[in-house]
């Protein structure tokens, strides 16, 4: 049963997917929004902020608190939300293949899910395409 009073971003259900992105993780950018490389400062919606000696992590359609450490002067110390769309960590889809990136990457986003970029530069992983239907939009091609 849903709770009362709480508001989803994106689609309710989610893929389990190992988390690959963690705490102070220093990550690029995929899009065109202005940011090149961020800190994650926080996940959204994790349970390890209140466990002791757990550092939360987020896998592939997580959204993430972030820092921008490089880019645009205007952007630079701003605290802003990032949806994980790669990671390095190897996860399993439930059809029983393995996918893994080359790199970890985020996409810059506003609290409400609006992507901030026009375009994302590589590819998206299909579990953050179904999570967050805008970013899939803005995507050049989807794995």
Known sequence: MAKRGVKTVGVPYRFHVTPGVFMNSMVPVADNSGARLVRV????????????????????????????REG????????????????????????????AFEDNAVAIVTPEGEPKGSEISGPIAMEAALRWPKIANIASIVV
Do not use: N
Request: hydrophobic letters at 40%.
């Open 41 to 68: 400062i926080g996940v959204v919606g994790a349970h390890a902020k209140t466990t002791h000696r757990r550092i939360p992590g987020a896998g592939v359609g997580d959204m993430v608190v972030v820092v921008v």
């Open 72 to 99: 645009r002067p205007e952007l630079r110390k701003q605290i802003i939300r990032g949806i994980v769309v790669r990671q390095r960590r190897p996860f399993r889809r439930p059809d029983g293949t393995w996918v």
